[in-house]
């Protein structure tokens, strides 16, 4: 549970923008399980532009072809401190944080000359080479980038051009690199849709991996999550988790790849539908938004404390059935109790009788008790606790 600055800053998050999520999240999300706080790609260069990419971008390193943070952004990293400075911040408080990172070296670095695989190039962004891992020096490439980031403080790597496709050797490297440094990192994977007869290698090399290409703020895109999270709940459990990309909720776009400055554009009702497919389907709740500008309704989607309890503590959660725009999936609270999701992802309300089977059921959202005969309006969800 965590904010990642990709929705709302792109490529050109700064750290007082950092900073003022960081504060928001301890002020009002904390006290409900979140705490990470993740800087997005590109966060060496200093020039980075709104709406994508700059093309093989002059990025700043050390003279170990290590990636540091631009300082005209990150003031704080002056004078070789690199990220220290801003983590030391966010743990103080009680917090933890994240990075970005590409797959391999800088193409400008110059170890590339060693350890490059110069035929392998990210096919959206062509800051690196791949690492080849056959030739000396790889796998030390990767154990020292790891070692920068513990010292700094990271506790969460994000490493994109990895899942698809299958980068295998580089994501053993990073993880074996984590292992030892000692310092427990978590490790994403990205970008997506993961290829599922690969599921046991993600399980064994990461925490979390993406299982969508990048969700925005479009009906379509939750759409195609349903099916996504049916094939993949089976694999979802501790330490290895299936992740159905970050909450475009609240507001987003500010300086984005994607869009312009906007609250979210999915409804109300769409958003709900979000949170519930989320967190009956476990998957990593990654907050898109610019927590301090959002909205009291935004705020309320990730305070929920008795819907965050079904994403945090539910188990064996599946699908039951999927009825034309009727679906419906069910896990099971830690005490026994029983979580229940419907949804219609049709244009009309649905006014479907549910036989639940259950003991006193209440609406998670609303904290109302549920009868039998409940209503779902059109691309929107109910979500139903009970013992």
Known sequence: MGWNSWDSYGTTVTEAEVKANADAMAAKLKSHGWQYIVVDIQWSDAQAKAHGYRPNAELTMDGQGRLTPAVNRFPSAAGGKGFGPLAAYIHGKGLKFGIHIMRGVPRRAPVAAQIADTSSICRWNSDMYGVDMSKPGGQEYYDSIVRLYAGWGVDYIKADDMAIPLHAAEIEALHKAIVKSGRPIVLSLSPGPADIAKADFYAANANLWRVSGDLWDRWQDVLKTFGLMEKWSKYSKPGGWPDADMLPLGHIGLRA????????????????????????????????????????????????????????KGTNAHQITANGGEIVWESEGPAGEKYVALFNTGEQPAPAHFDLKLSKPRDLWTGQPVGPDMPVPAHGARLIGAR
């Open 257 to 312: 790849e994607r869009g312009n400055d906007r609250m979210s554009l999915l409804t109300r009702d769409e958003q709900q539908t979000l949170m519930t497919l989320w967190c009956i389907t476990r998957s990593p709740l990654m907050m898109g938004g610019d927590l301090p500008t959002s909205d009291a309704f935004t705020l309320s989607l990730l305070t929920n404390d008795e819907v965050l309890a079904v994403n945090q």
